[in-house]
């Protein structure tokens, strides 16, 4: 169930104006350029309160359909909860072929008696583990399924002219396994909307495909008992490199220079439509088509989470950096460039935040867009519109 919480609404966005005015490529001719910021995976700097939160999930229609056609809409994420938990279940007991392989068990763990053991084979044999999934100790109970929205504010400038302030709403499904204050979790993007303040020059719209093809994010969390009955919420700087071969930059994300040719082995085809690079379209007076690729920086410091564990919040800090593979126009080859703004010049409060709810176990990205009104307080900025 989810839980209702006083919070301040403080938001703020991404800026995807620019987000995908990126510097130059050539129609096909694969000319290179930086863009502007995306739906960053972000995770949260300085803590924030959020405002009123939704319904009671009991009141949250999980038969509602979206329609997969439109582009601002939730189509085939390709990751089911199901598919959030990479292991089968099974018994203490059963024979095993892979020595060493892991599964999630049967035998129930923890604290509250919510979680189950791992198991490993070992000699032929399922032999349950110490890892269990859900072990609060004395800590906030923050196993199960969330809801998450992150929002981004940015100021962007393309082909050298200042263009806006500009806004990026992303929604999560996050899977969280716990131990102690350790939180390990899987998150996968659902849906990325974008918009700025002169959004009849350019207006970046995500098609779906964007959200659907990109991966499960593993992500390590850390709760703090501040000594007041309240507890923090950190996460340390995690990197999510786009439409690139892992293999690239394995464990140095950070250092890792991008492509600038569509043709660079390491630039790769996640969306599936022949091109390399992730397509992004662009509406507006400066309106087009891009690929792109980028690397994006995301980071939690001083947030927050509810000592019933069922919601969370904070302040993101992020950086983006995109290179746009393809473009249609001379324009959109010029790039852009976008920077974190904080305050917004628009609205009050934090500029960009996360907030994060307690929805039913096993929900997935259709239940998380379908229902993001009544999951998540009003947006900062309406760009639904």
Known sequence: MIMEIKMK????????????MLVSCGDDDGDTGNTGDTGNTGDTGDTGNTGDTLTDVDQVDTQDEVDDTDEGDIGDTGADMDEMDDTDTGDTGETCSTNGETRLGETVCGSTSKGKFYQECTGGLWEDTEKCTCDPGDFPEVCGTYAQKMWFTASSKVATINMAEAWTRTYFVVEQEQEQDQIHIKAKICNIKIDNTVSYLLQMMMPQSFAD???????????????????????????ELRSIDPTCYGDNPGDYALPTDKTDPCAQDWDKDGIPGLYVKANGTMGGEVHIVEKSSSEFKDAWFADDG???????LWTDEQVVLQASST???????????????????????????????????????????????????????
Do not use: H, R, Y
């Open 9 to 20: 609404k403080f938001f703020a966005v991404f800026t995807v104006i620019a987000m995908f």
């Open 310 to 316: 069922q919601t969370a919040g904070g302040v993101v």
């Open 331 to 385: 324009a959109l080859k010029m790039g852009a460039e976008n920077q974190m703004k904080e305050p917004s010049d628009k609205f009050e409060g934090p500029a960009n935040f996360f907030e994060q709810f307690k929805i039913p176990d096993g929900s997935d990205c259709i239940f998380v867009v379908s229902n993001a009104a009544t999951i998540f307080n009003p947006d900062p900025i309406n760009i639904d519109e």
């Open 213 to 239: 093809a990109l991966p499960i994010l593993p992500k390590e969390s850390t709760l703090i008992n501040n000594g007041d009955d309240t507890f923090g919420f950190t996460q340390d700087v995690s990197w």
